[in-house]
């Protein structure tokens, strides 16, 4: 895979943190799902994750450790949620 290969794929899952940060925050605006949801949780979980690989990859070490704090809450949010504790 060549480096023109690699960063283009890096820019789409960096677009992908922010589009599932503001689909999530709208569906719960506007009630389609509740905060405490699997699908809320797992979006911010994801979301986070490519937001701190793009981060990363461009040197941006302020938004690594917001989501880095952001991948953490909602990782335990999600063990509490599977352990049955919420």
Avoid: D
């Avoid at 506007?30 to 949780?41: D, G, L, M, R, V």
């Avoid at 461009?58 to 990782?75: P, R, T």
Wanted: proline share 2%; aromatic share 12%; hydrophobic share 55%.
């Amino acid at each position: 895979m060549s480096n023109k290969q690699k960063n283009k794929i890096i820019e789409i899952i960096g677009w992908y943190g922010p589009i599932a940060f503001v689909v999530s925050f709208g569906l719960i605006s506007f009630e389609i799902i509740k905060p405490i949801s699997y699908t809320y949780q797992l979006l911010n979980l994801t979301g986070a994750i490519a937001i701190i690989l793009i981060s990363l990859h461009k040197k941006v070490y302020q938004s690594v450790a917001l989501n880095g704090f952001l991948f953490i809450i909602s990782l335990v949010t999600l063990i509490r949620m599977v352990l049955g504790w919420i």
